[in-house]
C-alpha cells in the first residue's frame, strides 16, 4: 500500500510542524491499529506512508485499506483550538514472484495512490500487475 494523506498540508500550513508531526504520530497509531501484528507499516516522508501486508488476499487488501481510510478520517485532531480534519488516498500493488524490484512495486503503489486522489480523494485504487517481457517489467497504466 502506499497511503497520502489528504489535506495534511493545511494542518502544517495553520498550525505549524509542530502540529502536523503530532498528526502524522496519532495517523501511523490509527494505521497499525488496524492492521494485523506481522504487517509492516514505515513512513516514507512528508505524508505518505506504506504498508506491506505479510498475508492475505487481494480482496483483504482492499478492505484493509478502506479500514485504514475509516481509521484516518475518524481521528479527532485539535491543535490551538482547532480542529482539523485529514482523510487518506491509498494505492494497492501486488507483490508476487515476478512483481519487480522494490522501487517498482513502490512506484506502481504510488500511481495507484494517484489514480485514487485523481477519482476524488479517500478512495482506494489497484494497480494492474505487472507485465514482464524480455525480463524486464514493462510500464503500467493505472486502473483507478
Not at 488476499?57 to 484493509?64: E, H, V
Not at 485523481?118 to 517489467?137: K, N
Request: charged fraction near 20%; hydrophobic fraction near 50%.
Amino acid at each position: 500500500m502506499f497511503i497520502d494523506l489528504d489535506h495534511f498540508k493545511l494542518v502544517n500550513d495553520t498550525g505549524g510542524h509542530a502540529a502536523g508531526d503530532a498528526l502524522l504520530k496519532r495517523v501511523a497509531v490509527a494505521i497499525r491499529g488496524v492492521l494485523g501484528p506481522d504487517d509492516i507499516v514505515a513512513r516514507l516522508g512528508g505524508d505518505e506512508f506504506a504498508v506491506v501486508l505479510k498475508s492475505g488476499s487481494a480482496a483483504g487488501a482492499k478492505i484493509a485499506a478502506r479500514s485504514i481510510i475509516d481509521a484516518i478520517g475518524g481521528l479527532d485532531f485539535t491543535w490551538d483550538g482547532r480542529p482539523h480534519v485529514i482523510g487518506a488516498s491509498i494505492g494497492l500493488a501486488a507483490i508476487n514472484a515476478n512483481c519487480g524490484e522494490v522501487d517498482e512495486i513502490i512506484a506502481r503503489a504510488d500511481a495507484a495512490c494517484y489514480a485514487a486522489k485523481a477519482a476524488g480523494r479517500g478512495c482506494v485504487s489497484v494497480a494492474p500487475d505487472a507485465q514482464i517481457v524480455d525480463g524486464r517489467t514493462e510500464p503500467l497504466a493505472v486502473a483507478s
